[in-house]
């Protein structure tokens, strides 16, 4: 399976009065990256549709780490830290076009069976597809930023 990845430009009305894009439209990128994520494992409209089955967003952990400027091309690419049969911990980084992360999202993913309307197991498919990314992110290094907590650090 191809790795997952999703280009970006960074729109004018994404920018604030600090002249640089907002803290809630990184949140916005990391959004839509998770749709773009679904439709790259097969639960795009016909497949959510076919399985009766989606993903919900149960935790996210924003880290801002340079900015980004208007007309700016942002590249998010997803490392799944860990996998069960209904959740997927999976971990976004931000590039901008010289290849720096700029910014990382940390989030836990929750499957949902639609005609339950509670979480339920990946459809088969869904999860082998799954499996195999999780085993070949299992040979990356864990990000810096995953599995922080947010504390003023006491010397």
């Known amino acids: 399976m191809e790795r997952f990845q999703l280009q970006q430009q960074v729109k004018s009305e994404w920018v604030d009065y600090n002249g640089h894009m907002n803290d809630a439209e990184y949140a916005k990128v990391f959004s839509i ?3 773009e ?4 494992i097969g639960l795009h409209e ?7 089955y989606t993903i919900f967003t149960l935790e996210t952990h924003v880290c801002y780490l340079k900015e980004a400027h208007e007309g700016e091309q942002l590249t998010v690419t997803s490392q799944i830290l860990d996998l ?3 959740r997927i911990h999976i971990f976004f980084s931000m590039e901008n076009e010289q290849g720096e992360t ?7 993913l ?12 990946f459809p088969e498919s869904i999860f082998t597809k799954l499996e195999n990314m999780y085993a070949a992110d299992r040979e990356k290094s864990l ?4 599995g922080r907590t947010i504390g ?4």
């Open 33 to 35: 990256a998770v749709d």
């Open 37 to 40: 994520f679904m439709d790259h």
């Open 152 to 155: 003023i650090k006491r010397k």
């Open 102 to 108: 700029i910014s990382t999202s940390e989030q836990m």
């Open 84 to 86: 069960d049969q209904k």
């Open 110 to 121: 929750m499957g949902m069976d639609t005609t339950e309307g509670r979480p339920g197991p």
């Open 143 to 146: 990000p810096k930023q995953a």
């Open 46 to 52: 016909e497949g959510r549709n076919t399985f009766k």
